[in-house]
């Protein structure tokens, strides 16, 4: 296993009720592609700060973690800071551009921080 300490810890963004949207869409994926969301994860993790074609910045504050899996595309969105990387949201990606929807719902979890 890895000697060093992390750069960056990790959190769930965790909403009012306490569910972890980031977690669960994890939990609900295969094994494999968990495994490879995991490691891209973990990159950043020990690499912060990481640019492409890890890792892209979206906006102000907001980044995304790009990971081929086998037969497509995932990305986590997340923020950092004080030494913490905190998952807004995850999705399978279906289209060339991010989705605003993605995009506005990783801003709206950012400004509920």
Avoid: C, Y
Avoid at 14 to 32: A, I
Avoid at 62 to 90: C, D, K, N, Q
Avoid at 92 to 112: W, Y
Wanted: aromatic share 8%; glycine share 8%; net charge positive.
């Amino acid at each position: 296993m890895d000697e060093r300490e992390p750069i960056l810890s990790v959190a769930f963004f965790r909403t009012e009720t306490g569910r972890e949207p980031v977690r669960e869409w994890l939990k609900s994926l295969p094994r494999e592609e968990r495994r490879i969301l995991g490691e891209d994860i973990k990159m950043v993790q020990f690499g912060w700060p990481l640019g492409m074609p890890l890792v892209r910045k979206l906006a102000a504050g907001l980044w995304e973690v790009r990971s081929r899996l086998p037969r497509r595309i995932a990305r986590v969105l997340f923020t950092a800071g004080e030494g913490r990387m905190i998952l807004l949201h995850g999705f399978i990606k279906k289209s060339q551009k991010t989705p605003a929807e993605d995009l506005e719902l990783a801003k709206n979890r950012f400004r509920m921080l």
